[in-house]
């Protein structure tokens, strides 16, 4: 099988932390051939999706003194050829966010793709699901949460909860992610920095307390749950995501959380959705991870599991 992955640059990706390098790992491992590309590497041709794709060989991380470590030169370039992803077997879109318009545009050349390639995920599941809003298709399960750019309305329901979150609806990694309190006196400059001056829609989410307990990362490979993580905020920061310093620790997945992954499940795999990442604060859904939601190697660290094999068994079991 061959199998292609479209990512960020192979120099930026940390094959120790990434599950995309993991999923590339498993493929090498169960025999089949791995090519990458870059988003500007893709390209419609004679009506059909084409891409400049590079073959790899990766040297696979190795566990030692329980952390995974890479060697320096963990990739190798075999062979660098223009063709019609077609000739794949399965296309990964793991781009990072932002889901911007050349994304977009990324999503639209990927449609063209033939159903006899599965692609992960769905081009136009990518584009419904943005990462944010699409919990709010969940309503039983989620925190209380608006959507909006209008001060006014922020105001008043910041007020009513006495806290709440402010989420840029294309960021990634908590980038961008605000704490607010009612009354807060830099109140007014905080929705203008997050709404660019009442340009961009945002997302404002009740305060839960039990976010000092953790954020955990749920993933769910089509539908069903694979493995789970907590993401802990340290000092004086609210945010657990590990880019921002939070630390991680095992955690079960609870019948509650089950619960969630059931209600979600039927919605993520009609849109094509089959490698998500939810996110979980004090037993609500706060967000749906569908772009390149990551943490296989903390899990398989916790748990001494591969969840990328299960995977790789999934994909190979769909032809």
């Known amino acids: 099988m061959k199998l292609a992955f479209i990512i960020d640059p192979l120099s930026k990706l940390n094959p120790g932390h990434d599950t995309t390098v993991a ?33 790899i060989e990766l040297k696979p991380v190795q566990l030692i003194n329980n952390h995974w470590v890479c060697e320096e030169n963990w990739y190798q370039i075999l062979e660098k050829k223009l063709m ?37 995920n769905s081009p136009q599941g990518l584009r419904n699901a943005n990462e944010k809003a699409y919990a709010l298709h969940f309503q039983s399960v989620i925190p209380d949460t608006i959507i909006s750019q209008e001060k006014t309305v922020i105001q008043e329901f910041v007020a009513e909860k006495g806290a709440g979150v402010l989420k840029p609806l294309g960021g990634k990694a908590g980038e961008g992610i605000l704490f607010i309190k009612d009354k807060d006196p830099n109140f007014n400059s905080l929705i203008e920095i997050s709404t660019k001056q009442g340009q961009e829609p945002i997302m404002v989410q009740e305060y839960l ?23 802990i905020p340290t000092g004086n920061e609210f945010r ?7 630390r991680i620790a095992k955690v079960d997945i609870t019948e509650k959380e089950r619960g969630i992954c059931e209600i979600v499940a039927p919605k993520l795999k009609a849109e094509g959705l089959y490698f998500v ?3 979980i604060i004090g037993g609500y859904l706060t967000e749906v991870n569908v772009t390149s939601p990551t943490c296989i190697r903390e899990i398989n660290l916790f748990n001494n599991c591969c969840l990328e094999k299960q995977v790789m068994e999934w994909i190979e079991n769909q032809f």
């Open 23 to 55: 999923l590339m790992e498993a493929t090498q491992t169960h025999g089949h051939e791995v090519w990458v590309c870059e988003i500007h590497e893709l390209s419609i041709i004679k009506g059909e999706a084409w891409a400049n794709l590079h073959k």
């Open 277 to 279: 990442g939810l996110d």
């Open 84 to 120: 019609p992803l077609k000739e794949m077997n399965a296309v990964w879109m793991r781009k990072d966010p932002p889901v911007n318009v050349p994304y977009l545009y990324a999503t639209y050349i990927l449609d063209l793709i033939p159903k006899s390639t599965l692609v992960l």
């Open 209 to 231: 307390p039990s976010a000092k307990e953790g954020d955990k990362r749920i993933l769910l490979l089509n539908g069903e749950p694979l493995g789970a993580l907590n993401r």
């Open 240 to 246: 657990g995501n590990m880019a921002v310093g939070g």
